[in-house]
């Protein structure tokens, strides 16, 4: 990976400290030791691993990435603009490297929390990873993963008609650098608008959803299993959503889109709350 051909590419404040490592652990840790160890100065530093071996997605799941295939980034930020901001910049994440997709040719939509979908399967996901000070975050990471020049068999068998890539949906090879540099260029004015203007942010994704208003949903959450109709996403990016008991606002989970047009809205809980 040749850290002057990203560097050369970038616009804006994003990445003027920027690392980039053959081999790394994980690109999330290693952007939180530097929010520990230089404090604010590493507001928008970025770091890049071309084979990331200790990666992970949301709910501790692994996510490999082997080296020239993948693109595994973190960006650490430290915003104290309260939680609401922060709570959309999983969304901000997912719309900057949709962009990306997009100037590569490939049609994407936004799967929430925070997946990216190329004809239905995912081609990234985002982990935004944060510490708290009362009710403020702080040190919040922003990471990730994108699927480029994989071809089916390099997938696990278990995700290998879920997952796709870049290489899968559009037939050309990206260059890792010049898309990462078209990421972090993306992600910037984002990242802004999450912590300063949520509600516009949200307005902004809102034909992007692969969710149509009315689809029935599942949604894993720690309080259990809540099924209901999809209605919108938040100011806040929660997930609305129409239930027997009434409105849900789910601020995460998982979500699993069920098939059937009638499936039958019920109780709308299932299991713990």
Do not use: Y
Not at 108 to 127: E, M, Q, S, Y
């Amino acid at each position: 990976m040749n850290r002057d051909a990203i560097a050369s590419r970038l616009t804006g404040k994003f990445g003027r400290i920027l690392e980039c490592h053959a081999e790394l652990g994980s690109t999330n840790d290693r952007a939180r030791e530097l929010l520990e160890t230089l404090g604010e100065k590493a507001i928008g530093a970025v770091v890049i691993a071309a084979r990331q071996t200790e990666g992970r997605g949301r709910h501790g799941r692994a996510w490999f990435v082997e080296s020239g295939k993948s693109l595994a980034m973190s960006v650490a930020l430290w915003p104290r603009l309260g939680t609401k901001g922060a709570s959309c910049l999983p969304l901000a994440g997912a719309l900057g490297v949709r962009k990306a997709l997009m100037d590569e040719g490939v049609e994407c939509r936004l799967k929430w929390p925070n997946d990216v979908l190329a004809n239905g399967r995912k081609i990234a996901g985002i982990l935004v990873e944060s510490r708290f000070s009362g009710d403020l975050p702080q040190g919040v990471v922003l990471g990730a993963g994108v699927n480029l020049g994989q071809v089916p068999e390099d997938f696990p068998p278990e995700i290998r008609d879920t997952a796709t890539s870049v290489k899968i949906e559009s037939g050309r090879f990206v260059e890792l650098e010049a898309f990462a540099a078209s990421v972090i260029n993306a992600l910037e004015p984002l990242v802004t608008e999450a912590l300063l203007a949520p509600g516009s942010l949200v307005d902004s994704a809102a034909r992007f959803w692969i969710h149509e208003p009315g689809s029935p949903l599942r949604v894993t959450t720690a309080r259990g299993i809540i099924e209901g109709r999809f209605i919108s996403i938040g100011e806040g990016g929660e997930l609305m959503m129409e239930t027997g008991g009434g409105l849900e606002k789910i601020s995460a989970g998982d979500v699993a889109m069920l098939r059937c047009p009638d499936h039958v809205i019920g109780t709308g809980r299932h299991g713990g709350q």
